[in-house]
């Protein structure tokens, strides 16, 4: 046996598991599996890319200034009090790595997402699940989790994979409640799907002990540019600033980011078409038996009788070339998780989920 170890944590790591994407002898499938805009960027982030193509040699920019600015900009926040990451799993890392090590403890809720787990158990900390209520996030419970350890709680708000969000003013009563030693993160990764939502945003400005984080990979559409942001006091950004890699986000990355935020035209057309389409679908799905929570995002958690019958559809849509996300994961195995694709793809998967429902398959 080699002396050669990890630190303590890292094996207790699974793997994340992403969408998959490949059918094995299906040819034109269709990805429902990781809540990916189905409208793509917006061509002005396209652009952007392309124009970076002149410099690959300069290394990018280290403050991401252009960026934060934009999006102080376009969300009216404060430049200073933002931080960039290669996603905002980055971020999301860097926070359990500053605040939380062995012996300190980091909360998430039953269907939280998968992320802040493996985070936690790479920093040596604890991870610490506590329940929902009904596929909801529970603040009680959250505050009964707590403890003189707790030194981060994650929420996402709406939530992936259960689709509900809380109200602010519940959070606002999280924050006010928690143990003072603990920062609480609100994951504002579908935010933008809900109308009249900052994701908690002003709310950073009232607390010090609230962080809200942000990605490009949901309604902008660019999730293999690997951007997202943080959003907190003077004194976290400040923190995380320190353990950042200098040239953590790409040129072509920083740059269409940029040029998606600016182009507010394209991500109001996207939230539009995502409504409309989110309420087809679970309109349709319900009429064949599946019930599904009112979601506030660019997914449906669509709810089957048991686990047989929800891996038997699963299976079903896959021989029909549409891939949607197995949940048992997070604790919801009588569940799939579909990504609200386009007019046709939501045609086709209610069409075959209604064929399985009535035994033609
Ligand atoms: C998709 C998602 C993210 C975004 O991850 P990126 O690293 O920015 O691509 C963060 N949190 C939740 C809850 C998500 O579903």
Same mark, same amino acid.
């Given at each position: 046996m080699s002396k050669i170890a990890p630190q303590?944590? /890292?094996?207790s790591i699974d793997l994340y598991q992403g969408g998959a994407s490949h059918v094995a002898g299906v040819e034109n499938i269709v990805k *429902?599996?990781? %809540? +990916? !805009?189905? *409208?793509?960027?917006?061509d002005a982030a396209i652009e952007a890319y392309k124009r970076c193509a002149h410099t690959l040699h300069r290394y990018p920019s280290s403050d991401h200034l252009s960026l934060r600015k934009a999006i102080a900009e376009v969300y009216d926040?404060?430049?200073?009090n933002i931080i960039c990451g290669a996603g905002s799993d980055e971020i999301i890392a860097f926070l359990c790595q500053a605040f939380a090590g062995p012996g300190d403890e980091v909360i998430y809720t +039953?269907?939280?997402?998968?992320m802040y787990r493996i985070s936690a158990l790479a920093a040596g900390a604890t991870p610490v699940e506590v329940k929902e209520r009904s596929r909801v996030t529970d603040v009680d419970a959250i505050l009964a989790g707590? !403890?003189?350890?707790?030194?981060l709680v994650f929420i996402a !708000?709406? %939530? %992936?994979?259960?689709?509900t969000m809380i109200g602010l003013a519940e959070i606002e009563r999280l924050a006010k409640a928690l143990p003072e030693q603990a920062l609480l993160v609100i994951d @504002?990764? #579908?935010? +933008? #799907?809900?109308?009249?939502?900052?994701?908690g945003a002003k709310m950073v400005h009232s607390y010090e002990n609230i962080f809200m984080t942000r990605t490009f990979?949901? /309604?902008?559409? *660019?999730?293999?540019?690997r951007v997202g942001w943080g959003y907190g006091p003077r004194y976290i950004i400040e923190i995380l600033n320190r353990i950042? @890699?200098?040239? %953590?986000?790409s040129s072509m990355a920083l740059a269409a980011a940029e040029a998606a935020v600016r182009d507010t035209e394209y991500v109001e057309k996207c939230r539009t078409e995502n409504a409309r389409l989110r309420e087809w679908l679970s309109n349709a799905l319900a009429e064949h038996g599946v019930v599904c929570d009112?979601?506030?995002? !660019?997914?449906v958690l669509a709810r089957f009788g048991t686990q047989d019958e929800a891996e038997a559809c699963d299976d079903y849509l896959k021989s029909q070339g549409l891939i949607v996300r197995r949940v048992g994961g997070y604790n919801l195995p009588q569940a799939l998780r579909i990504s609200i694709g386009d007019e046709s793809a939501c045609r086709q998967v209610a069409h075959a989920v209604g064929q399985f429902k009535a035994g033609k398959r």
């Open positions: 303590p944590g /890292i094996t *429902l599996s990781s %809540n +990916e !805009n189905p *409208l793509g960027p917006s926040l404060w430049a200073d +039953e269907h939280g997402f998968a707590c !403890n003189e350890k707790t030194k !708000n709406p %939530n %992936n994979p259960t689709g @504002g990764a #579908y935010a +933008e #799907y809900v109308d009249g939502y900052d994701g990979s949901k /309604i902008y559409g *660019l999730g293999a540019m950042r @890699g200098p040239f %953590n986000v009112t979601s506030m995002t !660019n997914f």
